[in-house]
Nanobody
Framework: QVQLVESGGGLVQAGGSLRLSCEAS????????MGWYRQAPGKQRELVAI??????LNYADSVKGRFTISKDNANTLLLQMNSLKPEDTAVYYC???????????????WGKGILVTVSP
């Protein structure tokens, strides 16, 4: 009923920039929090940045000052990534807490992920 589709990943040199986009579609009644997570090879998935229900923005310490999360519209989440480092290399996942039209209880949904590779 709900799909999250990420785009904008790819290969970039250290110091460069990329912008990720996540579009939510389907039978959406309300989108609560939306955020970005990442998983590097051999590591656990970790929170990168999140936009909460009240519009509060939270960032992992490792990306503060370099990454910016924003909403392009009600259903699209952006992640502007500047001053990228090789340690930012990971699969980036979009996550959203969404209430659908047919269920009053919100659920968490995940995108399939998109690869970001930062070369030295």
């Amino acid at each position: 009923q709900v799909q999250l589709v990420e785009s904008g990943g790819g290969l970039v040199q250290a110091g460069g920039s990329l912008r990720l986009s996540c579009e939510a579609s389907g039978s959406i009644a309300r989108i609560n929090a939306m955020g970005w997570y990442r998983q590097a090879p051999g590591k656990q998935r970790e929170l990168v940045a999140i936009s909460t229900t009240g519009g509060r923005l939270n960032y992992a310490d490792s990306v503060k000052g370099r990454f910016t999360i924003s909403k392009d519209n009600a259903n699209t989440l952006l992640l502007q990534m500047n001053s990228l480092k090789p340690e930012d290399t990971a699969v980036y996942y979009c996550n959203a807490n969404i209430r659908v039209l047919t269920n009053p209880s919100p659920m968490n949904y995940w995108g399939k992920g998109i690869l970001v590779t930062v070369s030295p």
